[in-house]
């Protein structure tokens, strides 16, 4: 996999809808929004393309195959859907001309402009003339929007000794299962298919058969709708989204967009969340409109708040409000966690070990114990598991259970600093959080 382009196919969704975010992520470092899913994600397209391109159709030969890092293993189920991926691949590029494979395509921009020409339209042309007046950002423009495509192929006919591309198919492999990828106006899709048109087909065919697909195996649906969907469109009319998201991305680039901030699904991915004016501002304004009309919570935990009393309406204007709110609180606590992590400190708040259910250092030992007080120490049914320390405390005795068991530590949480837990120092570069409090309590 190729490294992502600062207006990359697959971040598109955000900076059409939010160009300022571009420029807030890299006042931020770019901040890491990778997780394990992601990474995963990443394995599974490397699996599939190589068996693709090795012309491989057996998943199931990798069975058991481990990733380089070790985190990742193909199970049963996992090469099912590996399989799945690669059964239509083949069946959708069966009578294609040309197949390239995770192959990485950046936009012919002379090819862009004359095409954009070739529209007729007084908004492709006014990007066209942009283009062709500032050359050095047309090329800012092609190095930023390049990338890497999982599967593209070409149907071809020759006309006069030449091949002509008649229909283009664009496959991208989702193995996400919570969140479910609509392939209509999908901008990494229709980003990558314009990318691959630039490079396979003359300017002024509009008429182009481009199909786009999704293949994703992992979400529930599939059971019921099947793993691939697929939107086709003619050139002409990819080229005429494409006009739209090239003034947006040319904006970017010139630094006409910075302040342009816009909320909504696109945010959940975005790295930038925590410190997102936009996200702020709409969180606290919902919040002061929403709770303008409600009556006083009260705050001491051991009661609830009046809920009850609330009419249906606005029950039905909190429940509106939440996602707004709950993605901006949500942001702050996964920036307050990652500050606390590197030994910032944070005033009222502290990092502790958190620990995990009781288990026996050595079962070994416990199981001798029970034979030797006449306890049974296993769980039923077979095959027979050794009973958890809590089920075993009434027949042991609280002592000695607690000099078996230990609690482990499963990592660390962010807690207020008057929990009874001693503070987490991690091993860092930055100073300790106690130097870090005495800083700043000075400061104030």
Request: aromatic share 6%; glycine share 6%.
């Amino acid at each position: 996999m190729s490294s992502h382009s600062r207006l990359s196919p697959s971040s598109s969704e955000r900076w059409l809808r939010c160009p300022g975010s571009v420029g807030l992520l890299e006042a931020l470092g770019n901040p890491d929004s990778s997780s394990d899913a992601a990474d995963e994600g990443t394995y599974l397209h490397a699996v599939t393309s190589d068996l693709l391109a090795l012309e491989l159709d057996d998943a199931s030969m990798l069975l058991g195959r481990k990733s380089a890092c070790g985190r990742f293993e193909l199970d049963a189920a996992t090469v099912e859907h590996v399989q799945t991926c690669v059964d239509i691949a083949r069946d959708l590029t069966s009578a294609s001309s040309v197949v390239a494979y995770e192959t990485r395509y950046d936009v012919n921009m002379p090819w862009i402009v004359e095409a954009f020409e070739a529209l007729g339209t007084k908004h492709a042309a006014k990007v066209a003339k942009r283009l062709l007046d500032k050359p050095k950002l047309a090329n800012e423009l092609r190095r930023a929007t390049g990338g890497t495509a999982d599967v593209v192929a070409l149907l071809t006919r020759e006309n006069a000794g030449e091949a002509m591309t008649t229909q283009i198919d664009v496959v991208d492999f989702k193995f996400g299962s919570g969140v479910y990828v609509d392939v209509n106006n999908n901008a990494q899709l229709r980003t990558y298919a314009l990318l691959a048109c630039s490079q396979s087909c003359y300017s002024d065919t509009l008429d182009v058969v481009v199909r786009i697909h999704v293949v994703q195996p992992r979400h529930y649906r599939a059971e019921t709708d099947g793993a691939l969907r697929t939107e086709t469109l003619t050139l002409g009319e990819l080229l005429t989204w494409a006009v739209s998201t090239y003034d947006i991305a040319l904006d970017i680039l010139e630094g006409l967009a910075d302040d342009v901030f816009a909320t909504g699904e696109h945010c959940r991915f975005c790295g930038g969340k925590a410190a997102c004016p936009a996200l702020r501002e709409e969180a606290l304004e919902t919040a002061r409109v929403v709770f303008s009309d409600v009556d006083k919570f009260e705050t001491n935990k051991k009661h609830k708040p009046p809920v009850v009393s609330l009419n249906d309406a606005a029950i039905g204007r909190l429940l509106s409000a939440f996602d707004a709110v709950e993605t901006w609180i949500a942001a702050v606590r996964e920036e307050a966690y990652a500050r606390a992590q590197r030994n910032v400190y944070l005033p009222g708040w502290k990092l502790v070990e958190k620990y995990g259910h009781r288990k026996w250092a050595d079962e070994a030992v416990v199981r001798a114990l029970c034979v030797s007080r006449g306890v049974d120490p296993f769980e039923e049914p077979k095959p027979r598991k050794l009973k958890s320390p809590a089920q075993l405390e009434k027949k042991l005795g609280k002592a000695a259970v607690s000099s078996l068991a230990v609690k482990p530590v499963t990592g660390t949480v962010l807690v207020p600093e008057t929990d009874a837990r001693p503070p987490y120092k991690a091993t860092s570069v930055f100073s300790p959080i106690d130097d870090q409090k005495k800083e700043q309590e000075q400061e104030q």
